[in-house]
């Protein structure tokens, strides 16, 4: 029996030919046999680099390993891939982007992670997610590990928000994550606290309001209906003049 990654390189080598039908001289055609080659053997160093990993026993020093050794590797090879304008299915393309997350290089995952929903290309065949979803999830717990640090989590955080309400169909419950997530960061205070009563601008409340409305909507059992109720409140009293 064929290994999976023999019916996935198989498979490649098989869209490759396809997409090359129409080249019928012999210099092109012995490009392309090369192409194939290379591709084949640029499969199976991958497939050996990924086995390497599983030697690493602590997640710290897998993620160290892609960081340092693996994205560099085989960064280039992705970067001509997408120079090309190829659009068949590439396991080093797929993998590199979980990678780029777990390494926390956002600005190049965010950006293949766009590509590879626009090319219609599947996710790693170990995950049951659709791109869209991947990326929601990867931004969304880096955000909630850096916000409290005080760090910023822009332009990342609204690049991909922007994503989920307009272009991207993600399940309910992560949605209104995304909602309440950013619905409370406009209430937290210098402290990390989540206190509308600190907050004075009407404006600002109202944004945080529409959000976290928005994500009960989305989802009833997201936890927002007590921090509405307050915000409510806060709202009332700056527009009777109070200062609670």
């Known amino acids: 029996m064929a290994s999976p990654l023999k019916k996935q390189r198989d498979a490649i080598l098989l869209r490759v030919k396809r997409n090359s039908s129409t080249v019928a001289t012999d210099a092109a055609s012995q490009v392309l046999a090369a192409s194939e080659d290379s591709l084949h053997l640029k499969l199976v160093e991958f497939e050996q680099d990924k086995l390497a990993l599983k030697e690493f026993t602590q997640i710290v020093q897998r993620v160290e390993h892609k960081k340092t050794v693996l994205i560099p590797k085989w960064k280039p090879s992705v970067e001509a891939y997408l120079e090309a304008g190829e659009a068949y299915q590439n396991p080093i393309f797929s993998d590199l982007i979980v990678w780029l997350f777990d390494a926390e290089e956002l600005d190049t995952a965010i950006d293949w992670c766009i590509k590879a929903i626009e090319k219609g290309l599947p996710t790693p065949e170990n ?118």
Request: charged share 25%.
């Open 127 to 244: 995950f049951k997610r659709q791109w869209p979803e991947v990326c929601a999830d990867f931004v969304l717990e880096w955000s909630e590990k850096t916000f409290p640090t005080g760090n910023s989590i822009q332009p990342y955080f609204n690049q991909v928000l922007e994503k989920i309400e307009n272009e991207w169909a993600i399940n309910e419950k992560l949605h209104a994550k995304w909602l309440k997530f950013a619905g409370y960061a406009l209430l937290t205070n210098p402290k990390g606290q989540v206190k509308p009563s600190d907050v004075g601008s009407v404006e600002t409340l109202e944004q945080s309001l529409a959000f976290m409305e928005k994500a009960h909507e989305k989802h009833n059992k997201v936890g927002v209906t007590t921090k509405i109720k307050e915000v409510q409140s806060r709202i009332n009293a700056l527009q009777e003049g109070k200062n609670l």
